[in-house]
């Protein structure tokens, strides 16, 4: 059973930093399994923000991300941490941990594609 916990999130300024981490159990599994972050914030789709292979190093990140926010894995901790600076408030979200099995890269993508999700935590960008 996989079941993960996120934590670090809370209330911030525009433009500083935060890292939320991901506490992970029972991700045994095979190389093709993915733990990606997700947002979702108030009235919208929930949204792809960064995602790993289990089997490799490469990260993969949204667009709307890509150069201020930097996913990292602690494989002996089993966590994963996502380190976002210039923080903007249209990040504001509530942020959260998903494990996808048997992902292929043309899917990590898709939330629906991913079969354990962690509670989310909240990240608010106050201008």
């Known amino acids: 059973q996989v079941t993960l916990a996120e934590s670090g999130g809370g209330l911030v300024q525009v433009g500083d930093s935060v890292t939320v981490s991901c506490a992970t159990s029972?991700?045994?599994?095979?190389?093709?399994?993915?733990v990606a972050w997700f947002r979702q914030a108030p009235g919208k789709d929930r949204e792809f923000v960064a995602a790993i292979f289990r089997s490799d190093s490469n990260k993969y990140y949204g667009d709307s991300v890509k150069g201020r926010f930097t996913m990292s894995r602690d494989k002996a901790k089993k966590t994963v941490s996502l380190q976002m600076v210039n923080l903007q408030a249209e990040d504001s979200a509530v942020y959260y941990c998903a494990v996808g099995l048997n992902l292929i890269l043309s899917s990590i993508w898709t939330p629906s594609r991913y079969q354990y999700w962690g509670e989310g935590t909240l990240v608010t960008v106050s201008s």
């Open positions: 029972g991700v045994t599994l095979p190389g093709s399994t993915v």
